[in-house]
Protein backbone atom coordinates (compact mmCIF):
# COMPACT_ATOMS: atom_id res chain seq x y z
CA UNK A 1 0.00 0.00 0.00
CA UNK A 2 1.64 3.33 -0.84
CA UNK A 3 1.56 6.62 0.97
CA UNK A 4 -1.70 8.06 -0.62
CA UNK A 5 -3.64 4.38 -0.07
CA UNK A 6 -2.80 5.03 3.31
CA UNK A 7 -3.61 8.79 3.91
CA UNK A 8 -6.79 7.38 2.39
CA UNK A 9 -7.06 4.99 5.41
CA UNK A 10 -6.16 7.41 7.84
CA UNK A 11 -8.42 10.19 6.90
CA UNK A 12 -11.30 7.83 6.57
CA UNK A 13 -10.22 6.10 10.42
CA UNK A 14 -10.29 10.22 11.36
CA UNK A 15 -13.78 10.30 10.53
CA UNK A 16 -14.74 7.09 12.63
CA UNK A 17 -13.56 8.34 15.29
CA UNK A 18 -14.88 11.91 14.80
CA UNK A 19 -18.39 10.64 14.47
CA UNK A 20 -18.57 7.31 16.47
CA UNK A 21 -18.32 9.24 19.37
CA UNK A 22 -21.32 11.06 18.24
CA UNK A 23 -23.48 8.68 16.42
CA UNK A 24 -24.47 5.56 18.43
CA UNK A 25 -24.69 2.53 16.69
CA UNK A 26 -27.99 1.60 15.33
CA UNK A 27 -29.18 5.33 16.03
CA UNK A 28 -31.56 6.14 13.38
CA UNK A 29 -30.63 8.77 11.53
CA UNK A 30 -32.22 11.80 9.16
CA UNK A 31 -29.74 13.04 6.51
CA UNK A 32 -30.96 16.39 5.38
CA UNK A 33 -29.84 18.51 2.13
CA UNK A 34 -29.37 16.36 -0.80
CA UNK A 35 -27.76 18.17 -3.16
CA UNK A 36 -29.99 18.14 -6.10
CA UNK A 37 -27.51 19.55 -8.28
CA UNK A 38 -24.99 19.26 -11.04
CA UNK A 39 -21.78 18.98 -8.81
CA UNK A 40 -20.40 15.80 -8.69
CA UNK A 41 -18.37 16.73 -5.80
CA UNK A 42 -21.40 16.86 -3.16
CA UNK A 43 -22.35 13.73 -4.71
CA UNK A 44 -19.32 12.09 -3.64
CA UNK A 45 -19.85 13.71 0.00
CA UNK A 46 -23.04 12.43 0.03
CA UNK A 47 -22.05 9.00 -0.99
CA UNK A 48 -19.58 9.32 1.22
CA UNK A 49 -22.19 9.82 4.03
CA UNK A 50 -24.51 7.63 3.36
CA UNK A 51 -21.51 4.59 2.62
CA UNK A 52 -20.49 5.74 6.74
CA UNK A 53 -24.29 5.52 7.86
CA UNK A 54 -24.43 1.82 6.48
CA UNK A 55 -20.95 1.10 7.80
CA UNK A 56 -22.43 2.11 11.51
CA UNK A 57 -25.47 -0.08 11.29
CA UNK A 58 -27.85 3.83 11.26
CA UNK A 59 -31.20 3.45 9.77
CA UNK A 60 -32.00 6.45 7.76
CA UNK A 61 -35.53 6.71 8.14
CA UNK A 62 -35.67 10.07 6.77
CA UNK A 63 -33.76 12.15 3.47
CA UNK A 64 -34.69 15.23 1.82
CA UNK A 65 -33.49 18.25 -0.55
CA UNK A 66 -34.06 22.12 0.10
CA UNK A 67 -37.03 21.77 -1.81
CA UNK A 68 -38.78 18.38 -0.50
CA UNK A 69 -37.98 19.23 3.46
CA UNK A 70 -40.91 18.58 5.30
CA UNK A 71 -40.94 19.02 9.45
CA UNK A 72 -43.71 17.05 10.20
CA UNK A 73 -43.10 14.24 7.81
CA UNK A 74 -39.34 14.44 9.58
CA UNK A 75 -40.50 14.72 12.95
CA UNK A 76 -43.07 11.83 12.64
CA UNK A 77 -40.61 8.95 10.93
CA UNK A 78 -37.28 10.25 12.59
CA UNK A 79 -38.42 9.73 16.54
CA UNK A 80 -35.98 10.56 18.52
CA UNK A 81 -33.02 10.15 16.55
CA UNK A 82 -30.62 12.27 15.26
CA UNK A 83 -30.67 14.78 12.53
CA UNK A 84 -27.52 15.16 10.30
CA UNK A 85 -27.26 18.04 8.09
CA UNK A 86 -25.41 17.06 4.97
CA UNK A 87 -21.67 18.83 4.48
CA UNK A 88 -19.74 20.24 1.87
CA UNK A 89 -18.49 24.00 1.54
CA UNK A 90 -21.99 26.04 1.48
CA UNK A 91 -21.96 26.79 5.19
CA UNK A 92 -22.16 30.82 5.59
CA UNK A 93 -23.53 33.47 3.31
CA UNK A 94 -21.67 32.64 -0.49
CA UNK A 95 -24.44 29.68 -1.13
CA UNK A 96 -27.35 31.67 1.40
CA UNK A 97 -30.02 29.19 -0.08
CA UNK A 98 -28.01 25.85 2.05
CA UNK A 99 -27.67 28.64 5.21
CA UNK A 100 -31.02 29.84 5.43
CA UNK A 101 -32.29 25.81 5.09
CA UNK A 102 -29.76 24.25 7.76
CA UNK A 103 -31.12 27.42 9.93
CA UNK A 104 -34.75 26.59 9.56
CA UNK A 105 -33.91 22.78 10.25
CA UNK A 106 -32.26 24.04 13.57
CA UNK A 107 -35.06 26.04 14.66
CA UNK A 108 -37.50 23.48 13.75
CA UNK A 109 -35.88 20.81 15.94
CA UNK A 110 -34.98 22.77 19.29
CA UNK A 111 -35.34 18.86 21.12
CA UNK A 112 -33.36 17.28 18.56
CA UNK A 113 -29.34 15.96 18.46
CA UNK A 114 -28.17 18.02 15.25
CA UNK A 115 -24.65 17.28 13.92
CA UNK A 116 -23.43 19.23 10.89
CA UNK A 117 -21.15 17.23 9.07
CA UNK A 118 -17.95 18.55 7.62
CA UNK A 119 -18.33 21.71 6.28
CA UNK A 120 -15.98 25.04 5.37
CA UNK A 121 -17.39 28.01 6.67
CA UNK A 122 -16.90 31.64 4.82
CA UNK A 123 -18.96 34.98 5.70
CA UNK A 124 -18.72 38.13 3.70
CA UNK A 125 -21.03 39.84 5.60
CA UNK A 126 -21.14 40.68 9.40
CA UNK A 127 -24.41 40.39 9.54
CA UNK A 128 -25.29 37.41 8.11
CA UNK A 129 -22.91 36.00 10.46
CA UNK A 130 -24.47 37.77 13.56
CA UNK A 131 -28.10 35.75 11.98
CA UNK A 132 -26.24 32.61 12.32
CA UNK A 133 -24.90 33.05 15.47
CA UNK A 134 -28.03 33.65 17.10
CA UNK A 135 -29.51 31.14 15.95
CA UNK A 136 -27.20 28.28 16.35
CA UNK A 137 -26.09 28.72 19.57
CA UNK A 138 -29.59 28.72 20.49
CA UNK A 139 -30.22 25.11 20.08
CA UNK A 140 -28.68 23.04 23.55
CA UNK A 141 -27.35 20.09 21.24
CA UNK A 142 -25.89 21.61 17.56
CA UNK A 143 -22.64 20.19 16.80
CA UNK A 144 -20.78 22.15 13.86
CA UNK A 145 -17.85 19.61 12.62
CA UNK A 146 -15.47 21.67 10.13
CA UNK A 147 -13.16 20.64 7.45
CA UNK A 148 -10.00 23.13 8.11
CA UNK A 149 -8.62 25.23 10.80
CA UNK A 150 -9.99 28.37 9.86
CA UNK A 151 -13.55 27.03 9.50
CA UNK A 152 -12.91 25.64 13.45
CA UNK A 153 -11.70 28.86 14.81
CA UNK A 154 -14.88 30.43 13.14
CA UNK A 155 -17.30 28.27 14.67
CA UNK A 156 -15.80 28.71 18.28
CA UNK A 157 -14.74 32.30 18.56
CA UNK A 158 -17.25 33.58 16.08
CA UNK A 159 -20.23 31.08 16.17
CA UNK A 160 -19.61 30.03 19.22
CA UNK A 161 -20.72 26.63 18.70
CA UNK A 162 -19.36 23.53 20.00
CA UNK A 163 -17.05 22.49 16.47
CA UNK A 164 -14.76 19.87 15.97
CA UNK A 165 -12.12 18.65 13.28
CA UNK A 166 -13.09 15.96 11.09
CA UNK A 167 -12.12 15.26 7.27
CA UNK A 168 -14.30 15.66 4.27
CA UNK A 169 -17.05 12.50 4.06
CA UNK A 170 -16.15 11.40 0.91
CA UNK A 171 -12.86 9.75 2.39
CA UNK A 172 -15.68 7.46 3.43
CA UNK A 173 -16.11 6.05 0.48
CA UNK A 174 -12.08 4.72 0.69
CA UNK A 175 -10.07 3.86 -2.29
CA UNK A 176 -11.73 3.72 -5.96
CA UNK A 177 -11.16 2.11 -9.01
CA UNK A 178 -12.28 3.61 -12.17
CA UNK A 179 -10.28 2.44 -15.15
CA UNK A 180 -10.34 4.41 -17.94
CA UNK A 181 -7.58 5.16 -20.79
CA UNK A 182 -6.33 8.65 -20.41
CA UNK A 183 -7.40 10.84 -23.68
CA UNK A 184 -4.69 14.10 -22.44
CA UNK A 185 -1.75 14.26 -21.02
CA UNK A 186 -3.34 16.97 -18.96
CA UNK A 187 -6.75 17.30 -17.74
CA UNK A 188 -7.57 20.94 -16.45
CA UNK A 189 -11.00 20.18 -13.69
CA UNK A 190 -11.27 24.42 -13.58
CA UNK A 191 -14.15 26.25 -11.80
CA UNK A 192 -16.90 27.98 -13.53
CA UNK A 193 -19.04 29.31 -10.59
CA UNK A 194 -19.21 31.95 -8.15
CA UNK A 195 -15.96 29.99 -6.39
CA UNK A 196 -13.50 30.63 -9.23
CA UNK A 197 -10.74 33.30 -9.24
CA UNK A 198 -11.42 34.28 -12.69
CA UNK A 199 -7.79 33.51 -13.48
CA UNK A 200 -6.96 32.65 -17.05
CA UNK A 201 -7.03 29.09 -18.86
CA UNK A 202 -4.79 27.99 -21.44
CA UNK A 203 -6.93 27.69 -24.38
CA UNK A 204 -6.02 25.15 -27.39
CA UNK A 205 -3.20 24.15 -25.56
CA UNK A 206 -2.20 20.80 -27.39
CA UNK A 207 -2.47 17.66 -25.11
CA UNK A 208 -4.80 19.60 -22.32
CA UNK A 209 -8.27 19.62 -22.13
CA UNK A 210 -10.16 22.41 -19.65
CA UNK A 211 -13.48 21.73 -18.65
CA UNK A 212 -15.86 21.83 -15.43
CA UNK A 213 -17.97 18.96 -14.01
CA UNK A 214 -21.34 20.67 -13.75
CA UNK A 215 -22.97 19.93 -17.16
CA UNK A 216 -25.42 16.69 -16.53
CA UNK A 217 -25.74 13.75 -18.49
CA UNK A 218 -29.41 13.25 -19.55
CA UNK A 219 -30.19 10.20 -18.81
CA UNK A 220 -33.20 8.18 -17.91
CA UNK A 221 -32.06 8.56 -14.08
CA UNK A 222 -31.70 12.55 -14.38
CA UNK A 223 -35.21 12.76 -16.39
CA UNK A 224 -36.74 10.74 -13.64
CA UNK A 225 -35.34 13.02 -11.41
CA UNK A 226 -36.56 16.34 -12.94
CA UNK A 227 -39.85 15.09 -13.47
CA UNK A 228 -40.53 13.78 -9.93
CA UNK A 229 -39.21 17.39 -8.56
CA UNK A 230 -41.55 19.40 -11.01
CA UNK A 231 -44.44 17.22 -9.85
CA UNK A 232 -43.86 17.45 -6.32
CA UNK A 233 -44.07 21.27 -6.25
CA UNK A 234 -47.79 21.06 -6.43
CA UNK A 235 -48.14 18.65 -3.30
CA UNK A 236 -47.98 20.30 0.15
CA UNK A 237 -47.25 16.92 2.12
CA UNK A 238 -44.03 14.95 1.65
CA UNK A 239 -46.07 12.11 2.43
CA UNK A 240 -47.38 11.87 -0.68
CA UNK A 241 -46.00 8.99 -3.40
CA UNK A 242 -44.49 11.03 -5.32
CA UNK A 243 -42.11 12.33 -2.69
CA UNK A 244 -41.35 8.71 -2.05
CA UNK A 245 -40.56 8.38 -5.60
CA UNK A 246 -38.32 11.32 -5.56
CA UNK A 247 -36.37 10.33 -2.62
CA UNK A 248 -35.38 7.11 -4.70
CA UNK A 249 -33.49 8.74 -7.33
CA UNK A 250 -31.12 10.37 -4.49
CA UNK A 251 -28.68 7.18 -4.59
CA UNK A 252 -28.93 6.55 -7.72
CA UNK A 253 -28.53 10.52 -8.94
CA UNK A 254 -25.07 11.14 -6.68
CA UNK A 255 -23.68 7.71 -7.98
CA UNK A 256 -24.44 8.56 -11.83
CA UNK A 257 -22.27 12.07 -10.87
CA UNK A 258 -19.74 10.76 -8.65
CA UNK A 259 -18.58 8.11 -11.71
CA UNK A 260 -19.22 11.24 -14.40
CA UNK A 261 -16.66 12.77 -11.95
CA UNK A 262 -14.34 9.78 -11.90
CA UNK A 263 -14.48 9.94 -15.87
CA UNK A 264 -13.73 13.27 -16.15
CA UNK A 265 -10.73 13.29 -13.95
CA UNK A 266 -9.62 9.64 -15.67
CA UNK A 267 -9.47 11.43 -18.99
CA UNK A 268 -6.17 12.99 -17.93
CA UNK A 269 -2.12 11.55 -17.03
CA UNK A 270 -2.30 14.51 -14.83
CA UNK A 271 -4.77 17.07 -13.82
CA UNK A 272 -5.13 20.35 -12.75
CA UNK A 273 -7.96 21.62 -10.58
CA UNK A 274 -9.02 24.39 -8.10
CA UNK A 275 -11.75 22.22 -6.97
CA UNK A 276 -11.55 20.44 -3.78
CA UNK A 277 -13.12 17.73 -4.48
CA UNK A 278 -11.08 17.09 -8.10
CA UNK A 279 -8.36 16.91 -5.36
CA UNK A 280 -10.47 14.48 -3.09
CA UNK A 281 -11.18 12.36 -5.89
CA UNK A 282 -8.24 12.64 -8.08
CA UNK A 283 -6.65 11.12 -4.30
CA UNK A 284 -9.49 8.12 -3.86
CA UNK A 285 -8.35 7.47 -7.66
CA UNK A 286 -4.87 7.42 -7.25
CA UNK A 287 -4.57 10.27 -9.95
CA UNK A 288 -1.24 12.76 -9.35
CA UNK A 289 -2.34 16.25 -9.96
CA UNK A 290 -1.74 19.68 -8.92
CA UNK A 291 -3.80 22.35 -7.08
CA UNK A 292 -5.23 25.42 -7.21
CA UNK A 293 -6.98 27.53 -4.52
CA UNK A 294 -10.55 28.40 -4.67
CA UNK A 295 -11.71 32.19 -4.22
CA UNK A 296 -11.56 32.42 -0.11
CA UNK A 297 -8.92 30.14 0.67
CA UNK A 298 -10.99 26.94 0.69
CA UNK A 299 -8.79 24.66 -1.20
CA UNK A 300 -5.37 25.50 0.72
CA UNK A 301 -6.89 25.26 4.33
CA UNK A 302 -8.56 21.68 3.25
CA UNK A 303 -4.91 20.86 1.76
CA UNK A 304 -2.99 22.08 4.53
CA UNK A 305 -5.37 20.57 7.41
CA UNK A 306 -5.32 17.39 5.94
CA UNK A 307 -3.42 16.01 2.81
CA UNK A 308 -0.24 18.02 2.34
CA UNK A 309 2.87 16.26 1.39
CA UNK A 310 1.14 13.56 -0.20
CA UNK A 311 3.05 12.27 -3.00
CA UNK A 312 -0.35 12.74 -5.48
CA UNK A 313 -0.05 16.38 -4.71
CA UNK A 314 1.85 19.71 -5.79
CA UNK A 315 0.62 22.82 -4.87
CA UNK A 316 0.66 25.27 -7.71
CA UNK A 317 0.20 29.46 -7.22
CA UNK A 318 -1.30 30.28 -10.50
CA UNK A 319 -2.50 28.51 -13.65
CA UNK A 320 0.62 29.06 -15.41
CA UNK A 321 2.56 27.51 -12.58
CA UNK A 322 0.46 24.93 -12.73
CA UNK A 323 0.90 23.82 -16.49
CA UNK A 324 4.92 23.90 -15.53
CA UNK A 325 4.92 21.44 -12.31
CA UNK A 326 1.87 19.28 -14.25
CA UNK A 327 4.82 19.04 -16.94
CA UNK A 328 8.46 18.98 -14.97
CA UNK A 329 7.59 18.43 -11.94
CA UNK A 330 9.77 15.15 -10.46
CA UNK A 331 6.80 14.04 -7.34
CA UNK A 332 4.46 13.84 -10.62
CA UNK A 333 6.12 11.64 -12.65
CA UNK A 334 7.73 9.79 -10.21
CA UNK A 335 4.25 8.22 -9.65
CA UNK A 336 3.03 7.95 -13.24
CA UNK A 337 3.41 4.13 -14.28
CA UNK A 338 6.18 3.79 -16.89
CA UNK A 339 3.73 3.18 -19.95
CA UNK A 340 2.43 6.90 -18.97
CA UNK A 341 5.50 8.69 -18.18
CA UNK A 342 6.89 7.77 -21.86
CA UNK A 343 3.08 9.48 -23.58
CA UNK A 344 3.60 12.16 -21.25
CA UNK A 345 7.39 12.97 -22.68
CA UNK A 346 5.99 13.10 -26.31
CA UNK A 347 3.90 16.36 -25.50
CA UNK A 348 6.10 18.20 -23.51
CA UNK A 349 8.18 19.81 -26.21
CA UNK A 350 4.67 20.50 -27.61
CA UNK A 351 3.30 22.39 -24.54
CA UNK A 352 6.51 24.11 -23.51
CA UNK A 353 6.32 25.69 -26.92
CA UNK A 354 3.00 26.58 -26.88
CA UNK A 355 3.60 28.40 -23.16
CA UNK A 356 6.40 30.26 -24.96
CA UNK A 357 4.49 31.59 -27.79
CA UNK A 358 1.13 33.62 -28.00
CA UNK A 359 -0.86 31.08 -26.08
CA UNK A 360 -4.61 32.15 -25.81
CA UNK A 361 -5.32 32.18 -22.25
CA UNK A 362 -9.30 32.55 -21.22
CA UNK A 363 -11.16 32.85 -18.01
CA UNK A 364 -13.95 29.87 -17.13
CA UNK A 365 -17.06 32.67 -17.97
CA UNK A 366 -14.96 32.95 -21.27
CA UNK A 367 -14.76 29.62 -22.02
CA UNK A 368 -18.31 28.93 -21.23
CA UNK A 369 -20.35 31.57 -22.94
CA UNK A 370 -18.05 30.04 -25.80
CA UNK A 371 -18.83 26.68 -25.74
CA UNK A 372 -22.61 27.79 -24.92
CA UNK A 373 -22.47 30.29 -28.36
CA UNK A 374 -20.88 26.74 -30.11
CA UNK A 375 -23.67 24.93 -29.18
CA UNK A 376 -26.22 27.78 -29.82
CA UNK A 377 -24.66 27.88 -33.71
CA UNK A 378 -24.84 24.57 -34.28
CA UNK A 379 -27.98 24.60 -33.28
CA UNK A 380 -28.54 27.05 -35.93
CA UNK A 381 -26.38 25.22 -38.91
CA UNK A 382 -29.27 22.08 -38.38
CA UNK A 383 -32.25 24.07 -38.43
CA UNK A 384 -30.73 25.38 -41.99
CA UNK A 385 -30.27 21.87 -42.97
CA UNK A 386 -33.76 21.28 -42.13
CA UNK A 387 -35.66 24.38 -43.60
CA UNK A 388 -35.40 27.16 -46.66
CA UNK A 389 -34.15 30.47 -46.18
CA UNK A 390 -37.38 33.32 -45.26
CA UNK A 391 -39.10 29.78 -43.89
CA UNK A 392 -41.12 29.99 -40.45
CA UNK A 393 -39.68 27.79 -37.62
CA UNK A 394 -41.84 27.76 -34.20
CA UNK A 395 -38.68 28.08 -31.15
CA UNK A 396 -39.62 26.28 -28.11
CA UNK A 397 -36.66 27.90 -25.69
CA UNK A 398 -37.67 29.93 -22.54
CA UNK A 399 -36.32 32.78 -24.85
CA UNK A 400 -32.62 32.12 -23.94
CA UNK A 401 -31.18 31.03 -27.72
CA UNK A 402 -33.37 32.95 -30.26
CA UNK A 403 -31.71 36.45 -30.37
CA UNK A 404 -27.95 34.36 -30.20
CA UNK A 405 -28.96 32.76 -33.36
CA UNK A 406 -27.61 33.73 -36.88
CA UNK A 407 -30.47 32.52 -38.83
CA UNK A 408 -31.88 33.03 -42.13
CA UNK A 409 -35.20 31.61 -41.18
CA UNK A 410 -38.58 33.47 -40.04
CA UNK A 411 -37.95 31.85 -36.32
CA UNK A 412 -41.27 32.50 -33.78
CA UNK A 413 -41.06 32.59 -29.99
CA UNK A 414 -43.66 29.75 -28.34
CA UNK A 415 -45.80 31.02 -26.89
CA UNK A 416 -45.39 34.42 -29.35
CA UNK A 417 -46.79 37.97 -28.00
CA UNK A 418 -46.86 40.95 -31.09
CA UNK A 419 -43.84 38.70 -31.74
CA UNK A 420 -42.53 38.88 -27.98
CA UNK A 421 -42.39 35.83 -25.73
CA UNK A 422 -45.43 35.00 -23.99
CA UNK A 423 -44.17 32.80 -21.10
CA UNK A 424 -45.00 29.65 -20.44
CA UNK A 425 -48.33 28.40 -21.38
CA UNK A 426 -51.02 28.11 -18.91
CA UNK A 427 -51.51 24.52 -19.55
CA UNK A 428 -51.84 21.90 -22.04
CA UNK A 429 -54.52 23.47 -24.00
CA UNK A 430 -53.38 26.74 -24.46
CA UNK A 431 -50.03 25.38 -25.56
CA UNK A 432 -52.47 23.26 -27.99
CA UNK A 433 -54.05 26.28 -29.27
CA UNK A 434 -51.07 28.20 -29.66
CA UNK A 435 -49.36 25.45 -31.48
CA UNK A 436 -52.24 25.57 -34.09
CA UNK A 437 -51.90 29.88 -34.34
CA UNK A 438 -48.60 29.77 -35.43
CA UNK A 439 -49.23 26.72 -37.59
CA UNK A 440 -51.74 28.51 -39.48
CA UNK A 441 -49.41 31.27 -40.31
CA UNK A 442 -47.30 29.08 -42.03
CA UNK A 443 -44.94 27.67 -39.53
CA UNK A 444 -44.53 23.79 -39.84
CA UNK A 445 -41.33 23.32 -38.12
CA UNK A 446 -41.06 22.95 -33.57
CA UNK A 447 -38.22 22.89 -32.54
CA UNK A 448 -37.40 22.38 -29.33
CA UNK A 449 -34.37 23.34 -27.55
CA UNK A 450 -32.28 22.39 -24.63
CA UNK A 451 -33.47 24.43 -22.35
CA UNK A 452 -37.30 23.53 -22.87
CA UNK A 453 -36.57 19.72 -23.03
CA UNK A 454 -38.83 19.78 -20.19
CA UNK A 455 -41.48 21.04 -21.50
CA UNK A 456 -42.13 17.35 -23.06
CA UNK A 457 -42.58 16.31 -19.66
CA UNK A 458 -44.77 18.73 -18.24
CA UNK A 459 -47.19 19.79 -20.79
CA UNK A 460 -47.90 15.91 -21.71
CA UNK A 461 -50.76 16.48 -24.13
CA UNK A 462 -48.87 19.16 -25.47
CA UNK A 463 -46.39 16.75 -26.41
CA UNK A 464 -49.35 13.90 -27.26
CA UNK A 465 -50.03 16.28 -30.34
CA UNK A 466 -46.94 16.69 -31.36
CA UNK A 467 -46.46 13.45 -32.05
CA UNK A 468 -49.74 12.90 -33.33
CA UNK A 469 -49.58 15.83 -35.86
CA UNK A 470 -46.29 15.40 -36.50
CA UNK A 471 -42.97 13.48 -36.69
CA UNK A 472 -40.00 13.68 -35.34
CA UNK A 473 -37.24 15.09 -38.18
CA UNK A 474 -34.27 15.24 -35.75
CA UNK A 475 -33.40 14.40 -32.17
CA UNK A 476 -29.88 15.25 -30.03
CA UNK A 477 -28.49 16.69 -27.13
CA UNK A 478 -29.62 19.80 -28.57
CA UNK A 479 -32.70 20.10 -30.46
CA UNK A 480 -35.94 17.63 -31.14
CA UNK A 481 -37.69 19.22 -33.83
CA UNK A 482 -40.98 18.14 -35.22
CA UNK A 483 -42.40 18.38 -38.57
CA UNK A 484 -46.14 19.47 -38.54
CA UNK A 485 -48.89 18.50 -40.67
CA UNK A 486 -47.14 14.91 -41.61
CA UNK A 487 -50.30 12.86 -40.70
CA UNK A 488 -50.60 11.57 -44.42
CA UNK A 489 -46.91 11.27 -44.89
CA UNK A 490 -46.79 8.97 -41.68
CA UNK A 491 -49.96 7.33 -43.09
CA UNK A 492 -48.17 6.41 -46.01
CA UNK A 493 -44.94 4.88 -44.17
CA UNK A 494 -47.31 2.82 -42.19
CA UNK A 495 -48.57 1.31 -45.32
CA UNK A 496 -44.98 0.93 -46.76
CA UNK A 497 -43.89 -0.73 -43.41
CA UNK A 498 -46.72 -3.03 -43.46
CA UNK A 499 -46.39 -3.96 -47.41
CA UNK A 500 -42.57 -4.70 -46.94
CA UNK A 501 -43.74 -7.18 -43.76
CA UNK A 502 -45.77 -8.47 -46.03
CA UNK A 503 -43.07 -9.44 -48.97
Known amino acids: MNSAANLITTLSARIDEVLGTRIPPGMPCALVDFPSYTNAGDSAIWMG ?81 QRSRSILRGHPDFTLLCRDQASFGLARQELQVNAALCPDMAFALGNQQHPVQPAYEIMWLARADKESRNQALPHNLPGVWCTDWLEEEPTDIYARHQQLQREAKGFADSGHPIYESLIRTYNLLAVQRLRRGCRILNQGRIVITDRLHGHIVCLLLGIPHVLLDNSYGKVRGFYDAWTAGNPLTVWAKTPEEAVTLALDAQKLRSVLPPENQAALERVITALKASLGSNTDWETPQERDRKRWQERVEQMGRELAGLSAPGEKIILVDEDQLRYAMNSKQEVLPFPENRQLYGGPPADDQAAIMELKKLSSLGANLVAIAWPAFWWLDHYKEW ?27 KKEDLKQREHAKSM
Open 49 to 129: EWVWLQRNGNPVPYVCDIESYDRNALAERLGAGIILLSGGGNFGDLWVKHQRFREQVVLDFPNHKIIQLPQSIHFDQEMQL
Open 463 to 489: AAYLQAEGRVVLKNERLVVFKLNEREQ
